[in-house]
């Protein structure tokens, strides 16, 4: 039989790791093998010595400390921990709610969002007549700045008027924002051509 | 008072009961402070070691099953996290110095019964020994640490080391050789 074997036998029934069987077999081989025979005795020295190796004793004092520390550092962990803003999420009883009620917002989101146009819209016209309004509170009191806007309101509206397209002419009409907003001067022009197209 | 059992200890640890955690470490601590220190041959890294594979196993222990005894997992924890330290540590190459007789104490009763130059002899002995116990790869190192310094069998170690009880005898079996060799010139003189 190989030594290499036998020597890690031997290393195994040191740690008592061996069946009774490969002891009778070691102990046949022993017998005749000077080296195998060495290496034992080498090896239990080695281990004899080593087992008598000692770590320094800790005393009570010093066990007390580690307690004390251990205890103060897993108090600070825990209270880290319960600052955490998943720390909750780990019970049940509050990811489950909490999950339906993301759910939830998310879908309420997604709904918004798909009916956002119509919101857009809806803004759109009351927006129109603010931006009337924003226009007037721009200008205040400023006579050079009024004169102008009305002038090219005057303008846009005789080139309305001149204009063939009775379709613009009839929503300019029905437009009560335009109307409220429109100066004196402005409002006999329209006076004027109404006449006389219902004469015409 | 009542001595609570490990699993009923475990339980509250994970409901956050610290002083069932500091039980349990108090319970645990001087055999995993003693193999950590036996790896490190520095009682400050030690300390310290020991304190974090403890705070470490608070951190985790939802993910402790039960599979293995707290004992084995924690063992676990504790010589995983100082095999990547000295890992570490002989990569910066900055291993602390601490001479070896404040590393081990090599005074016990039968070394005082020796005669005064047998003790000179063990004494050289003891001091290379563990000088080669140190230098060993550190699978090795581990092995030999837990089964040896802490009296574990290979099943044992093989739980706290993750491989199988057959990879411990082997590396024992390495380990042996390798330390009879670097020994070898002190073995003769012994008597």
Redesign the interface.
């Known amino acids: 039989m190989k030594c290499q074997r036998i020597q890690r036998w031997l290393s195994d029934s040191l740690d008592e790791a061996i069946s009774g069987k490969k002891k009778a077999l070691i102990e046949e081989h022993i017998a005749t093998c000077s080296a195998c025979r060495t290496f034992r005795e080498q090896i239990e020295r080695i281990n004899e010595e080593a087992m008598s190796l000692e770590a320094p004793e800790r005393s009570s004092e010093q066990s007390r400390e580690f307690a004390a520390r251990l205890r103060s550092a897993l108090v600070e962990m825990g209270e880290k921990n319960n600052e955490g803003v998943f720390h909750a999420f780990r019970n049940k009883w509050v990811f489950i709610p909490a999950s339906v009620i993301m759910i939830s917002l998310f879908i309420l989101i997604f709904v918004f969002y798909e009916k956002r146009d119509f919101l857009e819209e809806e803004s759109y016209i009351f927006s129109f007549g603010n931006a009337v309004e924003e226009i007037y509170r721009e200008i205040g009191d400023e006579p050079a700045v009024q004169e102008a806007f009305h002038a090219l309101v005057s303008a846009s509206l005789n080139e309305m008027l001149s204009s063939t397209d009775w379709e613009a002419k009839e929503e300019w009409e029905d437009n009560f924002f335009l109307w409220e907003e429109l100066s004196e001067e402005e409002l006999r022009i329209l006076e004027r051509e109404i006449k006389n197209e219902n004469n015409s | 008072m009542e001595v609570l059992s490990e699993d009923r200890l475990v339980a509250q640890a994970k409901d956050?009961d610290?002083?069932a955690?500091?039980t349990l470490?108090?319970r645990y601590?001087?055999k995993i402070?003693?193999a950590i220190?036996?790896m490190t041959q520095n009682?400050h890294d030690a300390?310290d070691l020991?304190?974090e594979a403890?705070?470490h196993a608070?951190?985790h222990l939802i993910k402790f099953k039960g599979n293995s005894s707290f004992y084995t997992w924690i063992y676990r924890i504790a010589v995983n996290r100082t095999l990547n330290f000295l890992k570490k540590r002989m990569r910066e190459k900055k291993r602390s110095q601490i001479p070896v007789e404040e590393c081990?104490?090599?005074?016990?009763n039968?070394?005082h019964r020796s005669n005064p130059e047998e003790k000179t002899l063990?004494q050289e002995?003891?001091e290379k020994?563990?000088q080669a116990?140190h230098t060993l790869p550190n699978p090795y190192q581990a092995s030999?640490i837990l089964?040896?310094?802490q009296g574990m069998?290979?099943s044992q170690a093989s739980q706290v080391l993750g491989c199988s009880?057959n990879t411990i005898?082997?590396r024992?079996?390495k380990a042996?050789?390798l330390?009879?060799s670097k020994?070898?010139p002190y073995?003769g003189e012994?008597k």
Not at chain 2, 104 to 108: K, L, Q, R
Request: glycine letters at 2%; charged letters at 20%.
């Open positions: 956050g610290v002083e955690f500091t470490a108090l601590r001087e402070y003693q220190y036996w009682p300390d020991c304190q403890f705070l608070y951190k081990f104490s090599t005074e016990n039968a070394f063990r002995l003891r020994l563990i116990i030999f089964v040896v310094l069998s290979h009880a005898s082997w024992m079996f042996r050789k330390l009879q020994l070898l073995l012994i």
